[in-house]
């Protein structure tokens, strides 16, 4: 009995593994905005064999209420199968923090097309929401930090080994 239960605990994560095989894959989940740049990508890329996606796509600072300061290109398409196309997400200007990083979310909403047989039966599509996270540093903390990755130093003890300039 023991034995039957954990494969019914288990079988429905087996199962939604192989559901997200096909369908739309995302390039990333954390995309690094520096704000010196024009644009950013991200790569969306339809696995599924037969039947197109609609992709919607939006940003927003996180309590899915109030959009992000970012425009993404395009908003709503169609995605065929086997097919890949790319998002454009923009800055647009607006005033923010120079001392630190802002931390926004890239939405990217995905709808399966549904197939002509299937139009006289019950069938239940799901609608797949992932939000990714868009790190906006500002220019003058991305020059640091390119600095700082080319000139690392460590130094080592008995006991640790600290890394700094």
């Known amino acids: ?76 398409f169609r995605l065929d199968p086997q097919k890949e196309q790319s998002l454009r997400i923009a800055w647009n200007g607006t005033a923010l923090p120079t001392d630190r990083e802002s931390l926004f979310y890239m939405n990217v909403r995905t709808i399966p097309g549904t197939a ?8 239940l599509r799901l609608i ?11 220019e003058g903390l991305a020059r640091y930090a390119h600095r ?3 000139e690392p130093a460590f130094c080592s003890s008995r006991r640790n080994v600290n890394g700094g300039q």
């Open 128 to 138: 797949y929401k992932n939000a990714s996270e868009i790190v906006l540093a500002s």
């Open 1 to 76: 009995m023991r034995t039957v239960s954990q494969v019914l605990l288990c079988l429905p994560v087996i199962l939604t593994s192989f559901s997200h095989a096909a369908g739309i894959q995302v390039g990333r989940t954390r995309i690094i905005y520096d704000a010196g740049k024009k644009e950013v990508a991200l790569p969306l890329v339809n696995k599924e064999k037969e039947l197109p996606w609609l992709i919607q796509s939006w940003s927003d600072t996180g309590d899915g209420k109030t959009r992000g300061p970012f425009i993404v290109t395009p908003p709503l």
């Open 148 to 150: 700082d990755l080319q």
């Open 116 to 123: 002509k047989e299937d139009d006289d039966k019950n069938v």
